[in-house]
């Protein structure tokens, strides 16, 4: 459920618009999970400030740093670190996850001194299907302690997003086909789409699709009891 969300100016990018998000919301017990452009110190030292904690994706637009937790974990028998592996099967599709998370991580902190930095962590995920085998390898920087099981939840959850959220808005409200571009109307039918999915959403079981919902609201009545139930 989308619960806040903030414009990102035509001159500008998420960098500096997640700050402003982060300003709106409560973050006191908190963990926050961040795709890599939010991977920056201001924002972290943000989350920490606030009393939250983060997960984040590390890739090469901190050079250094990625450079940096990819060497430390190619020389994983030199520090202490906790391991979890995860299988999924379906779709057609066998998927092995793999967290690796460290806390060992004096000598990397003394070098960045990035802000709540206490763990970091190496997810490997291989998929197979009948036609292919693919693999992937990426890096994270937290503010939590090491934990592999922990982490690789959060993780999934944050990637979650794209298929609950993002995914859903494009297939069913055919968010991506808009051809509105005036800022205030664009913006308005963003907020009107979400606002509607989180009401859907609500009213959702486990047989019942959105689109079915979607038709049940052209009857007023049925609309006014999902608002009531909302």
Same mark, same amino acid.
């Given at each position: +459920?989308l619960?806040?969300?903030? !414009?990102?100016?035509?001159?500008?990018?998420?960098?500096?618009?997640?700050?402003?998000?982060?300003?709106?919301?409560?973050l006191?017990?908190?963990?926050?999970?961040?795709?890599? +452009?939010?991977c920056?110190?201001?924002?972290?030292q943000?989350i920490i400030?606030?009393?939250?904690? *983060?997960?984040?994706a590390?890739?090469?637009?901190q050079?250094?740093? *990625?450079q940096?937790?990819?060497? *430390?974990?190619?020389?994983?028998?030199?520090f202490? *670190?906790?391991t979890?592996?995860?299988?999924?099967?379906?779709?057609?599709?066998?998927?092995?996850?793999?967290?690796?998370?460290?806390?060992?991580?004096?000598?990397?902190? /003394?070098?960045?001194?990035?802000?709540?930095l206490?763990?970091?962590?190496?997810?490997?995920?291989?998929?197979?299907? /009948?036609?292919?085998e693919?693999?992937?390898?990426?890096?994270?920087?937290?503010?939590? !302690?090491?934990?592999?099981?922990?982490?690789?939840e959060?993780i999934?959850?944050?990637?979650?997003?794209?298929?609950?959220?993002h995914?859903?808005?494009?297939?069913?409200?055919?968010?991506?086909?808009?051809?509105?571009?005036?800022?205030?109307?664009?913006?308005n039918?963003?907020?009107?789409?979400?606002?509607?999915l989180?009401?859907l +959403?609500?009213?959702?079981?486990?047989?019942?699709?959105?689109?079915?919902?979607q038709?049940?609201?052209?009857?007023?009545?049925?609309?006014?009891?999902?608002?009531?139930?909302?």
């Amino acid at each position: +459920m989308l619960l806040c969300q903030q !414009k990102v100016n035509k001159k500008s990018n998420e960098i500096t618009a997640i700050p402003v998000l982060l300003d709106i919301l409560d973050l006191k017990g908190v963990t926050v999970t961040i795709d890599a +452009m939010g991977c920056q110190l201001e924002i972290c030292q943000k989350i920490i400030t606030k009393q939250g904690d *983060y997960v984040i994706a590390l890739k090469e637009n901190q050079p250094t740093l *990625y450079q940096d937790v990819q060497d *430390y974990f190619q020389e994983i028998g030199e520090f202490s *670190y906790v391991t979890f592996e995860h299988w999924d099967k379906g779709h057609a599709r066998l998927e092995r996850r793999v967290c690796t998370v460290t806390d060992d991580i004096d000598w990397l902190q /003394k070098e960045h001194q990035w802000p709540g930095l206490q763990s970091i962590a190496r997810v490997e995920s291989c998929v197979k299907t /009948k036609k292919k085998e693919s693999s992937m390898t990426r890096y994270f920087v937290s503010s939590l !302690k090491a934990n592999a099981a922990n982490h690789l939840e959060l993780i999934r959850k944050h990637w979650g997003i794209e298929n609950t959220l993002h995914w859903v808005l494009d297939l069913t409200f055919n968010e991506d086909k808009s051809c509105v571009r005036n800022e205030n109307a664009a913006l308005n039918l963003s907020v009107a789409r979400k606002l509607a999915l989180n009401v859907l +959403m609500t009213n959702k079981d486990e047989k019942t699709s959105l689109r079915s919902l979607q038709r049940k609201c052209w009857n007023t009545l049925n609309a006014i009891k999902f608002l009531d139930n909302f």
